[in-house]
């Protein structure tokens, strides 16, 4: 079996709309205040019409710590699902980043379990396939991964740690570089 294409997406600050607090980017707290950021839609239906297979890889820490419920996430989730039905899998780390016991924090980004996990079960060629993210975790987990990284830079008061493949201002600019370089990889 020949292995597919992938384009791994963070959640929160490149599929939807964050909540910044201080500077920092957090996640949405009910499915009211989960909000498509414009063109993702239309950027996702372009990618799985080039062949990639769609894959969320989301940190939600806040249910790891009890200050979120599983519930809420899911339902997010299932809304997700709704607004983009292309999406092939959504991987989902609860690990609350607090110290290296929790049992999932192999696949806390920017560790790359929740990649590596995905083209398990999917059949995913990593180093044909790509990780978008608006931040240091979404691209040192990606090149940890072997993928090819995209930042979308948000302007976060937050510092990269690994330098990405490309730094874009926004989703639609990040599908016009893996679909300008997919060419027969797909």
């Excluded at 950027?43 to 809420?72: E, F, M």
């Excluded at 990593?126 to 302007?155: E, P, Y």
């Excluded at 937050?158 to 060419?183: C, H, M, N, Q, Y």
């Amino acid at each position: 079996m020949t292995k597919r294409p992938a384009v791994f997406l963070d959640r929160d600050g490149t599929l939807n709309a964050p909540v910044v607090r201080d500077g920092k980017p957090c996640p949405p707290a009910t499915v009211a205040e989960f909000t498509l950021l414009p063109g993702v839609a239309d950027g996702c239906r372009q990618l799985h019409a080039a062949g990639y297979i769609l894959v969320v890889a989301t940190n939600q820490p806040d249910v790891g710590r009890g200050t979120q419920s599983p519930a809420t996430v899911e339902a997010m989730h299932a809304h997700l699902l709704k607004l983009i039905p292309g999406l092939g899998r959504i991987e989902v780390c609860i690990a609350p980043g607090q110290g290296r016991a929790h049992p999932e924090n192999r696949r806390r980004k920017p560790e790359p379990g929740m990649l590596l996990d995905a083209a398990h079960a999917l059949g995913l060629d990593l180093a044909r396939s790509w990780m978008v993210g608006d931040r240091w975790r979404d691209v040192d987990c990606g090149k940890n991964a072997g993928c090819r990284t995209i930042f979308v830079d948000r302007g976060y008061d937050e510092p990269l740690r690994s330098k990405p493949d490309f730094t874009v201002r926004g989703f639609g600019e990040a599908v016009g570089i893996i679909l300008a370089r997919s060419g027969a990889a797909c």
